[in-house]
Structures are given as C-alpha cells and as structure tokens.
C-alpha cells in the first residue's frame, strides 16, 4: 500500500513504513492519486512511503490536520466523474468542518479516527445502498470487539451510531452511485473517538459522548494505530461478504448488535431547524430488511427519523 502524508510524525503514529523510508516529492505523480492527493495537501510538502497490506487497499494519506472533510471532498470528486482509486483511504488525526449525518457538525480533536474509505465494485449489488451502512457500522463494531475488555460491549443505535454503555462512541456514513445496475462508487466516513472524548451538548438523540479510552484501565492504553489496523480489515473482510454473498449476511449482525430491538423508542422528526415533532413511539419489534423499523401495534414501519432510545 502507498502511504502518503504531509506529516511523518504523526504518519508513523499509525503506520510503520518499509525499512521506515519516507521519500520527499513536490507533487504527487502518480495518475491513479494525484488529483485527489494533491488536494488533500494542498500546499504542504508531501511525503511518500509503503507498508504491507491486505490486497483491498492500495493507498493511504494520512493528514494530521484537515481543513476540510475529505469525506465530502472524495464525494464530490465522485460527482464529477473523476476516477478515483479503489481501495483508497483517507486519514485525519483532527480536523475541521467534519460532519456526521443529515451534515450534523462532528466535533474532531485529535487522538481519534477520522477515516474515509473508497470502494469502486463495477458491479450489482443487492441492497447496496443500506448495505454499506451496514458494512461501516458493523466493521467498527468488529474492531473494538478486539481490544481486550471491549469484545461484545459495543452495540448500533438505529440508524448509523455505535454506543457503549449508552454512550456514543462512532458515527458512520455512507455515499454510493451507479450506472446501470452497475455500482460504481462507494465511500464509508468513519469517525470514532479512540483517545479523546469530544465536548458536545447534550440531548435526548445523544445524551452522551464517549471515548474508547474511557472503558478501559488506566493502565490498559488505546491506540489509534491498534484501532485503524483492526478497521480497516475489517472493512476488508465484511466488504468481500458484501460483494460475494450479499448483504444479508451483514444485516443478520446488525440486527444481532442493534440496541434498539426490545426496547421503548420515540422516533421524531428529522429537522435542522424547529420544533421536533414526535412521529411514533412504541418498543421495537424487528428492523427489516430496508433497516425499516418495526414498532409493537404499529402496522406501518418507521422508515425515516432521528430515534431516542429510552431505556
């Protein structure tokens, strides 16, 4: 895998190169890269190195500092049909205008992962849209369960936030195109709070932030390097079950982590501005197969909301 980074410091946090070489370049030449690593880094001088890595990746920047989500900025090389990479990743170690879903602002300081991961399947794909988002969700569920003393604690609250305890750990999103009934493009952005627990306000869809550090001992340390090694094949690994066996397979996971499924909920409506208005409330029955939620005595399942989940 190609590393790139504008900083080998922090770079070397969370990879270790080759014989630990870092080539110093003006411009990024390669053509599979360049126009979407030069932009990354902007103006900052640009380092170059490799690690070995599963075949799925074949290249890395890594960013101590982004001005821009570059979530956003892979998509919008998307939509103008600029050919990006598969296998590509996208690192932060902090940043600004970050965001989770429906362009919520996502606090990002550093000592956590800001990760954007980019597929190009160029092929069909059952339920891809919802199917990664499950992909995202379930990958980051599956690396905290390798650190020790976190196997199976952390759980997914409809549709996209991984808690532990209650509390909210990671957010995922997901962007996809196609043409035809050819997918085209995918790409996951992943946030999780491995060191530092961000400063939020909260409220009753979030009414508290963790870090992964915060479950664990003070002795017991939490990586990044650790958590991005363990993502990322896992992303590799639940990527491949997509593609070849389809999504049902990862749906079944979801639903066994889900936290919601036999519990009281209230699902209100999804405003950026105004009053919240509550649609529906009730103990869930089942998510389905479009991650529709099944409430109790509800004949019509709920399809679209921010949740609260109150017990």
């Known amino acids: 895998m190609q590393i ?21 370049i003006v411009t990024v030449t390669d053509t599979n890269i360049s126009i979407i690593a030069n932009d990354l880094f902007s103006d900052s001088p640009i ?7 599963i075949t799925l990746w074949q290249y890395l920047s890594i960013a101590e500092i982004s001005q821009f989500s570059q979530y956003d900025k892979v998509n919008d090389l998307c939509r103008r049909n ?13 940043g600004n205008n970050f965001h989770g879903f429906r362009n919520r602002h996502w606090e990002s ?3 956590n992962i800001y990760l954007t991961a980019y597929f190009a399947p160029d092929q069909p794909i059952d339920h891809f849209g919802i199917g990664f988002v499950i992909l995202a969700a379930i990958s980051v569920v599956d690396a905290i369960d390798a650190l020790p003393g976190l196997a199976n604690r952390a759980g997914i609250k409809w549709v996209n936030d ?14 996809t195109q196609q043409e035809g009934d050819n997918v085209t493009s995918a790409s996951l952005g992943i946030g999780i709070n491995v060191k530092t627990t961000p400063i939020v306000d909260p409220t009753p869809f979030v009414p508290k932030a963790a870090s992964l550090s915060d479950f664990r001992g003070d002795s017991e340390k939490c990586e990044s390097r650790f958590i991005f090694e363990k993502l990322i094949n896992a992303l590799n690994d639940n990527y491949e079950i997509l593609v070849s066996k389809g999504y049902r397979e990862l749906l079944d996971r979801y639903r066994e982590r889900s936290l919601i499924i ?12 105004g009053d919240i208005e509550l649609l ?12 529709e939620l099944h409430l109790q005595g509800r004949s019509k399942p709920i399809t679209r909301g921010r949740l609260i989940l109150k017990s």
């Open 162 to 175: 991984i808690l532990i305890d209650g509390a909210k750990v990671s957010g995922v999103l997901a962007f």
């Open 47 to 53: 380092y170059r190195s490799s690690v070995d890595s």
């Open 4 to 24: 790139y980074t504008d900083d080998i410091e922090y770079a070397e946090t969370i990879v270790s190169p080759l014989e630990e070489q870092w080539e110093s």
């Open 262 to 273: 036999g519990h009281e909920v209230e699902i209100c409506s999804d405003k950026s501005s």
């Open 109 to 111: 300081p550093p000592g």
């Open 280 to 291: 529906a409330e009730g103990i869930v029955s089942g998510i389905g197969d479009n991650l």
């Open 82 to 94: 600029v050919k990006i990479p598969h296998g590509l990743l996208c690192l932060a170690g902090q």
